[in-house]
T-cell receptor, first 113, second 114 residues
């Protein structure tokens, strides 16, 4: 059982609101990731981190930002939500070395109205 | 361009039957290939991870094969159960970057009918 948690599971919010999606893991993993997934489509990497104070943008351009102040915590923030941000957001983590398995959270389904 | 293609896009089988899902990739340089199971509305869960030197790996009723020469993989499900209904995602990791980037297929949506 993976020890990686995302909150909230579901979020419906109005346009222009600021939101933060939470992701925490208790496995001591250095690497953490945020993916965006639309129905029937592949996961797209939007942010990743190698460790504390390390954040990088992924392949898919995103207006969101992330921070990594603690190893176990990797929150994603949207300063001003828009309907185009409606999607499923998945957080994942993995150990730094070797062929490390990536563990995924349950996801946050975001709907911006 | 690094890509992962899966087939079929969707599949319906009867409970108790076997099935095989396919994955072709162009990711290079190759590090490892993973199969994940994703239930609707949930995060993916790892089934198998195979490196270049591994041809086959099993996890219960799931058996994955890898042909690194032809860049193909398959996932065989034996004696399917209703709980096998899910999306099965092929993921290939490269070793060309420190990140060990993961490339995801779109998944095969499997439905098992009683």
């Amino acid at each position: 059982e993976a020890d990686i948690y995302q909150t909230p599971r579901y979020l419906v919010i109005g346009t222009g609101k600021k939101i933060t999606l939470e992701c925490s893991q208790t496995m001591g993993h250095d690497k953490m990731y945020w993916y965006q997934q639309d129905p029937g489509m592949e996961l797209h990497l939007i942010h990743y981190s190698y460790g504390v104070n390390s954040t990088e943008k992924g392949d898919l351009s995103s207006e969101s930002t992330v921070s990594r102040i603690r190893t176990e915590h990797f929150p994603l923030t949207l300063e001003s939500a828009r309907p185009s941000h409606t999607s499923q957001y998945l957080c994942a983590s993995s150990a730094r070395t070797g062929v490390a398995e990536a563990f995924f959270g349950q996801g946050t389904r975001l709907t911006v109205v | 361009k690094n890509q992962v293609e899966q087939s079929p896009q969707s599949l319906i089988i009867l409970e108790g039957k076997n099935c095989t899902l396919q994955c072709n990739y162009t990711v290079s340089p190759f590090s490892n290939l993973r199969w994940y199971k994703q239930d609707t509305g949930r995060g993916p869960v790892s089934l198998t991870i195979m490196t270049f030197s591994e041809n086959t790996k099993s996890n219960g009723r799931y058996t994955a094969t890898l042909d690194a020469d032809t860049k193909q993989s398959s996932l065989h499900i034996t004696a399917s159960q209703l709980s096998d209904s899910a999306s099965y995602i092929c993921v290939v990791a490269d070793r060309g970057s420190t990140l060990g980037r993961l490339y995801f297929g779109r998944g095969t949506q499997l439905t098992v009918w009683p």
